[in-house]
C-alpha cells in the first residue's frame, strides 16, 4: 500500500506544486471574504499576543525542544498516512535537531510536512470538532487557536531556509512553488474554522474554487485573444 501511495505522490508532485502556485491569486483575494471585527477574532488576535508575550519573556529559546518535536511527529504522521511502518524517531539532547526513519521509499509530502502542515492545531480543531458539546461555552477557545497559530508561524518561519536539508531531497524549485501557496492556505483554513467553524471552512474552500475558475477564464480570454 506504501508503494501504491508513493508512486500516485510522486505523479502528483509537480501538478499539486503548479495548481497551489497557480491558486495564489485566488487565494489572496479569497482573504475579504473574513469578517475580522468581532469577537472570535479579537480573542484569537489576544491569544497570539500572549505567545508572543510568553515567548519574549522566556527567552527566544523557550520552545526550541517543542519545535524539534513537532517537527518530528509531523514527519511521522504523514508516513504513517501514507502507510509507512515508522521505525524509530530521535530528538538530540543538544537540542540541535532530530531525525526519524520509516520502511519504504517515502514520499514528498513526508519529507515537506512539517513546513506547513499545524500537527498541534490538527489535533486540536479534531477535539473542538468532536467534543464541542463538552467544552465550556466562551471565547477561550479562540485563544487557544490564536496561541498555537502564532506558535505554528513561528515554527515556520524558523525553519523555512536555504541549508534546509529537507528542500535539498524534495528539489528547491519545488519547495519555492508549493510552500507559499501551501502556507497561505493552511492559515487561511485556520482563519476561516475560527470565525464560523467547519461550514466556513467549506464556504472558503469553495470561494477559492470558483475565483480560480474565474481566474483560469481571463486568462484563457487574454491568450485567445
Not at 502556485?21 to 468581532?38: G, I, T, V, W
Not at 517543542?66 to 515508522?86: D, G, P, R, S, Y
Not at 528547491?172 to 482563519?191: E, K, R, Y
Amino acid at each position: 500500500m506504501s508503494r501504491l501511495f508513493d508512486f500516485v505522490l510522486e505523479l502528483l508532485k509537480w501538478p499539486v506544486a503548479l495548481l497551489v502556485m497557480l491558486s495564489m491569486p485566488a487565494l489572496c483575494r479569497a482573504l475579504h471574504y473574513f469578517q475580522f471585527d468581532n469577537m472570535r477574532f479579537g480573542t484569537f488576535l489576544g491569544g497570539m499576543l500572549a505567545y508572543l508575550g510568553l515567548k519574549i519573556v522566556a527567552a527566544a529559546r523557550s520552545n526550541i525542544s517543542m519545535q524539534i518535536l513537532a517537527h518530528e511527529f509531523t514527519h511521522i504522521f504523514f508516513a504513517l498516512l501514507t502507510f509507512h511502518k515508522v521505525v524509530h524517531v530521535h530528538l538530540n539532547m543538544d537540542e540541535s535537531g532530530g531525525a526519524m526513519g520509516f520502511k519504504g521509499k517515502g514520499n514528498w509530502l513526508i519529507v515537506i510536512g512539517p513546513y506547513f502542515f499545524p500537527l498541534f492545531l490538527f489535533f486540536m480543531i479534531l477535539g473542538i470538532t468532536f467534543f464541542s458539546d463538552k467544552l465550556p461555552e466562551g471565547y477561550w477557545i479562540n485563544g487557544v487557536l490564536g496561541y498555537f497559530f502564532a506558535y505554528h508561524l513561528e515554527s515556520i518561519v524558523v525553519q523555512i531556509h536555504s541549508e534546509q536539508p529537507d528542500f535539498k531531497v524534495v528539489g528547491f524549485p519545488f519547495c519555492w512553488l508549493f510552500l507559499p501557496g501551501a502556507n497561505l492556505f493552511v492559515c487561511s483554513i485556520i482563519l476561516a474554522f475560527n470565525n464560523g467553524g467547519w461550514q466556513n471552512v467549506v464556504r472558503y474552500i469553495r470561494g477559492i474554487y470558483f475565483l480560480n475558475l474565474n481566474n483560469l477564464s481571463v486568462l484563457f480570454d487574454y491568450i485567445t485573444n
